[in-house]
């Protein structure tokens, strides 16, 4: 595992959450780091994206405003800070790094290394 997301978790509507991606093994602090999610019979979705610097951060509109990504290099971490949290977030929400990517790009086919997953669950 290169890439080791934890926090999911179970929530009421409203609620909030906050996932966190470490890198192992290697450095991500030149990469792209973006977060994913996919619920079930759905398809992976793109969520939300950072780069290297931190400068840049892309979402997908229907977080926008209750979603923050952002990075600490120094940990090798990327976090992903959910609140207002509605049922339709119910997901596995995965971790993603791409090298030399564009982070405005929502496809997940531009990202290298994947982590694990971690499930969010919100109840109404």
């Known amino acids: 595992v290169q890439l080791q997301a934890f926090g999911g978790g179970s929530v009421q509507a409203g609620g909030y959450l906050r996932l966190s991606c470490l890198g192992l093994g290697r450095s991500y602090n030149r990469y792209v780091m973006g977060w994913f999610r996919q619920a079930p019979g759905k398809e992976r979705e793109f969520v939300s994206a950072?780069?290297?610097?931190?400068?840049?951060?892309y979402y997908v509109d229907s977080v926008k405003g209750r979603f923050t990504i952002s990075r600490d290099n120094a940990k090798n971490t990327v976090y992903l800070q959910m609140n207002s949290l509605r049922p339709e977030d119910t997901a596995v929400y995965y971790c993603a790094a791409g090298d030399s990517i564009n982070p405005s790009s929502f496809s997940p086919y531009e990202y290298d290394v994947w982590g694990q997953g971690t499930l969010v669950t919100v109840s109404s």
């Open positions: 950072i780069s290297w610097s931190g400068g840049r951060t």
